[in-house]
């Protein structure tokens, strides 16, 4: 008789520390599978690339910092996406939200210099969160009267954003001809963050970390975070226990597009000080990945963005180093996203080969 | 001689033994019920036979000489055939089209062909088909005969029947055994899986018992009753009489008069429905799945469209005047100070939130009475600990999601959960539907405490023997229709299954009290 050669077996739930060994093993395996990668590319030795990548990601101070950034950016998009995701909303439009919340920011600063900075910032703060919301709004409120696909509409919208940033940009213009907004408010340092323990991420690094929590607990022990929780698992159950859907699904969307406003608002004043259709980069993208492997949970995002962010300025180093070019880092962020996305496989599930006890 | 022969078959999901050495054999030309629990790993066994899933040890022999099935095209090639409880045709494609579906693709559609192929079959078996109906033009029972036509069509000399008869009026069950026996005389060798004793007893030739995966042994069913066929499937003697206390000071709770609905579809699925619900008594309703029966209790629970016009009263016990409830959301009902429990029929889908421990889902309806904008956990968990030790819900804790318990279990916590807060109506959907007998008869207690306490209990059911025995009156809905209120005392089965299929004009005063 011929036997399947590979079957496919469910498991059973899985203990804490199996899971955590698992990832494990998967990141150890992404590293040495690089590792071949990079020395059949550049016949260099993977343990110096690493090392190289480390120096690339935390070498000097100002690396370090600029690697925080970025995992601010990720983790702060993160979290905005957070509930919406747990609701089962699909918000694709997390760039757009962030580029209205970058414009509204840029025009703060540019119209409203003179306020002085307190007043700047609680108006950008404000201002950015409230356009994020607005663009996220359209889709929740058609998803909810007239359930519209709110993957299509959020990610319409973004292409919308995209050209508004184009609008401004033009509008801007500084200088004259150069096609960009250049740095604003380069003398006065208005709507700038400043710089607190030698950095000027400080201010946003504490934003992040008050998101956070914010976000662990409205998710974890409020009521609007139980009816995120039912509304996602099944809205008839929620019909059911009597939570009104289209409430929660508007009141969640406005929330998640807000905080990628604020987002977007961190972009501006507290790292390029300009805005431009590249603001947000396609870390909106990025944070949708980052949301879901952690599924959900604030600390794990903080920690994801982490890792995403060091894959990316360490990778970029190595590829100046090795001088190749930037497709080379993104491969190497590629193979360990594959990795780590495909242990969730064997956590779930497992693989027999060929037929066990057959003969007796 | 064997036409299947099972051998130290096994079959593992995660920590789950769905069947573990399981070894006997099916006769030639045999009508064999196969009977168990649910969860006992009937359908598991039968579905390596038509190479749904592979058996992790043991094999199986056809016609006394081992095969490896790794996919239903190896069970057609061998003659096995298998009829599944969810069907598994194409809703846009007619009957014709649904039976070469998946066969040859070179091979050009005949239409003239298959029609005739079709009718010779039907002739044979005394079937009715219809080869250019489409598959959502039919009813559940044509759907059914157009499966087990599909299966003779690919040529199957050995037929398996998942619970066929679950969706089935008691003469359209008569009308499917009568086929079997046809096809028995013909030769086939059919396997029929249920759990309905008399079903047992009146068609299959021998009985083979599961019980939790293992094999118990298989008995002549001249041989059988009741009572010793369900001996074996529990594993201990069982009391198979359902109790029906007196009815004590019956109060009028609700009176619904005049309802309409019309679903998503435009379909209308509730017509003119007007009954009376009484606290101290259960209220059966009976009907063929998707006669409205879903739909009644969901507008009663205000979570159906009503249309325009009729009325739902609710009598609260001390209150003088009755209160309007139609057109309410769930939330309102409740805050007009009506004490309406609801077990829906999906469970999982309606009732629970899967992904929830205990805990969290006995805050489903009542979460906002926590604190400012806090949920409080406290009460919750107190409550699910009390209703796991007293419903004995088998689960490793009361924060593991409920998705992970067992079907019984998954209706202990839902049951428990509805009767926690102290209704005056109860409305259950499908209570029993997949729980094994031990279950089954632990929720007819708790309905009929409930009734003792004075509760307004609505019970719809699926399986009539029960209604019969359990419920004090039966509504019969058919075609959306209320088709008569019927004395449970008095009822027969076969007027309750009439009235299920054909509408009965009332005369004044039959059926009523």
Redo the contacts between chains.
Sequence with gaps: ????LL?I?????MSFKKKVLIRAVAVILALLVCGIVITLITGYNPVTVYVTMTQGAFGTKTRAWSTVKEMLMLSCIAIGLAPAFKMKFWNIGAEGQILVGGIVSAGCMIYLAKIGNAGLFILMFLLSALAGAVWAFLPALFKAKFNTNETLFTLMMNYVAIQLTSYFVAKWENPIGSNTVGVINQSGHEGWFPKICGSQYFISLIMVLVLAVFMHIYLK???????I??VG??E??A????I?VTKVVIRTVLLSGAICGMAGFMAVAGASHTISTSTAGGRGFTAIIVAWLAKFDSATMILISLLLAFLESGSSEIASKCHLNDFASKIVIGIILFFILGSEFFINYKL?VG????K? | MAAITFE?I?K????VNANSDVSFSVNKGEILALLGENGSGKTTLMNMLSGIY?P??G?ILVDDK???I?GPRDAYALGIGMVHQHFKLVDVFTAAENLVVGLDPDKKLDRKAIAADIKEICDKYQFDVNPDKKVYDMSVSEKQTLEIVKVLYRGANILILDEPTAVLTPQETERLFRVLRNMKQDGKTVIIITHKLHEVLSISDRVAILRKGEYIETVDTADATEEKLTELMVGKKVDLEIERPEVKDKKLRLEIRNINCINSEGVKILKDISFDVYGGEILGIAGISGNGQKELLEAI?G?EQIEEGGSIKYHAPDAKEAVEMKGM???HI?ELGVHLS?V?E?R?????????GMT?NM???D??K?RG???SKKAPRELAEKIKEELEVVTPGVTTPVR?LSGGNVQKVLVGREIAASPTVLMTAYAVRGLDINTSYTIYHLLNEQKKKGVAVIYVGEDLDVLLALCDRILVLCGGQANGILDGHTADKQEVGRRMSVIVEEKDGEGHE
């Design positions: 008789m011929n036997e399947p079957r077996v469910k498991n059973e739930a022990y409020t009521k609007h975070g139980y009816e929780a039912v698992e099944s008839n159950t019909r059911y226990a009597g009104s027999i037929k066990k006890g057959e007796k | 130290h096994s593992r999901f995660g920590s592979y992790d040890e094999r081992p095969v490896s790794r629970a979570l959301t769930p939330r409740r609801f829906p999906d999982l889908g309606m009732g629970l939130v899967g992904s929830m969290e805050m489903l309806k979460y906002s926590g904008v806090f949920t992970r």
